[in-house]
Nanobody, 125 residues
Framework: QVQLQESGPGLVKPSQTLSLTCTVSGGSITTNPYYWNWIRQPLGKELEWMGAISWSGGTHYSPSLWSRTSISRDTSKNQFTLQLMSVTPEDTAVYYC?????????????????WGQGTQVTVSS
């Protein structure tokens, strides 16, 4: 059974880059037809799909975040990583990594797929 675990700093200063890593166990991130996603949820708001990297290494980003977001992977470690640049306090949220068979935001708004437990990231000076 595949499991995902997010890791990274819980506090980031404004204008800096937020970096999170998702470590996957019980399954390979190169297995077709899965997408490996980052999703976030600010307190009191809905889930927001940020982007994904596919089993073949292709990347897909939310139009609202594409200019600040980069997703990469390390297949030797079975990990994938999120970088969100130039953060502001509005980027404060619980960040989740998830495996799914879609890059549709509606798919993840229903919490479809397999998810990590999430990690709180606060942007503050």
């Amino acid at each position: 059974q595949v499991q995902l675990q997010e890791s990274g700093p819980g506090l980031v200063k404004p204008s800096q880059t937020l970096s999170l890593t998702c470590t996957v166990s019980g399954g390979s991130i190169t297995t077709n037809p899965y997408y490996w996603n980052w999703i976030r949820q600010p307190l009191g708001k809905e889930l927001e799909w940020m982007g994904a990297i596919s089993w073949s290494g292709g990347t897909h980003y939310s139009p609202s975040l594409w200019s600040r977001t980069s997703i990469s992977r390390d297949t030797s470690k079975n990990q994938f990583t999120l970088q969100l640049m130039s953060v502001t306090p509005e980027d404060t949220a619980v960040y989740y990594c998830a495996r799914g068979t879609s890059i549709s935001s509606s798919y993840y708004s229903k919490r479809s797929g397999t998810w990590g437990q999430g990690t709180q990231v606060t942007v503050s000076s």
